[in-house]
C-alpha cells in the first residue's frame, strides 16, 4: 500500500456516500484505475454499505465502548489551545484509528 494509498481511505468512504467535489472524484476515479488494492478496498466499502443498509451488524459490546471511550470529553471549563489545522487533524485520525480498526473487524465478521 501507497502512502497515497493511506489518504484514499477516506476519500472512498465520502466518494461511496457521493460527497466528493469533481476534482476529488477524478483524483479517486485516477487512482482506482492504476490500483487494485483501492478497487478491492472500495468494492469491500460498497459491498459493507449495501448490507448495512439491508441489515444491522452486531459487533462486541466491549469493543464499541472501548473505541468511543479513545474520544476525549470536553467539558464547559476545558481550555483550549491554538493548533494548526494539520495538527487538528492528525489528532482526529488518531483518535478515531480505533473506530476504523472496529469497523474493519466487523467488515470481517459479515
Ligand atoms: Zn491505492
Redesign the pocket.
Known amino acids: ?2 502512502e ?2 493511506t489518504s ?1 481511505d477516506e476519500l472512498l468512504i465520502d466518494y461511496i456516500n457521493g460527497n466528493l467535489s469533481k476534482d476529488d472524484i477524478a483524483v479517486v476515479l485516477q ?2 484505475a492504476c ?1 487494485s ?2 478497487r478491492r ?1 472500495m468494492a469491500q466499502l460498497i459491498q459493507f454499505r449495501n448490507r448495512l443498509q439491508k441489515q444491522s451488524i452486531s459487533i462486541p459490546k466491549e469493543l464499541k465502548e472501548s473505541a468511543f471511550a479513545q474520544i476525549p470529553k470536553v467539558s464547559p471549563d476545558t481550555e483550549f489551545a491554538p493548533m494548526t489545522l494539520s495538527e487538528a487533524t492528525a489528532m482526529i485520525r488518531s483518535a478515531l484509528n480505533p473506530v476504523q480498526k472496529t469497523i474493519k473487524l466487523a467488515m470481517k465478521l459479515i
Open positions: 500500500m501507497s497515497q494509498c484514499m487512482h482506482i490500483c488494492d483501492c478496498e
